[in-house]
T-cell receptor, first 111, second 114 residues
């Protein structure tokens, strides 16, 4: 079974709107998360990482992490058409030297 | 810094033929990962090297897939007797080390098995 679940599978938001993406790990040993963005025809590039409970903000992007529920979320405010991409969540288990990617959320920002 | 280099960018093989994919990680990076990406399965982990030593190959289909890292500047993924279901984009990534470091992905090799 998929150990990293992302929702929704697809998301459509208008330009200037807020996009909220979710990710949960079912592996209790996971201790850190990353968000990667993959534009069509390109390879994934890291957007943000988070290892501690709470919130981290970088420009229009905010990431939240709740380690107790192993849930992280990515919020994009003032969404732009250039934000349209596949957003991948990755969860890492330091002790097992393992990183698992979710299947991603396809974000479409309509101009 | 040229980033992670993968060759070839595209490869077409006939069913039953062998395919070898190459990856040159970023200089100074000690961790190298191989993934396979399809629309249906998403990004699947295949195998991982640290300081050239194989650490985890739990994602590799055992019978036909093999990976090596003979030196710190390149890694190869070999698929024997390719099958149509092996068609995918194969991505190589490297990171400074295992742990909290981000992975830098190469452009990928698109393998098509006819």
């Amino acid at each position: 079974q998929q150990k990293v679940q992302q929702s929704p599978e697809s998301l459509i938001v208008p330009e200037g709107g807020m996009a909220s993406l979710n990710c949960t790990s079912s592996d209790r040993n996971v201790d850190y998360f990353w968000w990667y963005r993959q534009h069509s025809g390109k390879s994934p590039k890291m957007l943000m990482s988070i290892f501690s409970n709470g919130e981290k903000e970088e420009g229009r992007f905010t990431v939240h992490l709740n380690k107790a529920s192993l849930h992280t979320s990515l919020h994009i405010r003032d969404s732009q058409p250039s934000d349209s991409a596949l957003y991948l969540c990755a969860a890492g288990d330091t002790n097992a030297y393992k990183v698992i990617f979710g299947k991603g959320t396809h974000l479409h920002v309509l101009p | 810094n040229a980033g992670v280099i993968q060759t070839p960018r595209h490869k077409v093989t006939g069913k039953g033929q062998e395919a070898t994919l190459w990856c040159e990680p970023i200089s100074g990076h000690s961790a190298v990962f191989w993934y396979r990406q399809t629309i249906v399965q998403g990004l699947e982990f295949l195998t991982y090297f640290r300081n050239q030593a194989p650490i985890d190959d739990s994602g590799m289909p055992k019978e036909r897939f093999s990976a090596q890292m003979p030196n710190q500047s390149h890694s190869t993924l070999k698929i024997q007797s390719t099958q149509p279901q092996d068609s995918a984009v194969y991505l190589c990534a490297s990171s400074l080390d295992w742990g909290v470091y981000e992975q830098y992905f190469g452009p990928g090799t698109r393998l098509t098995v006819l």
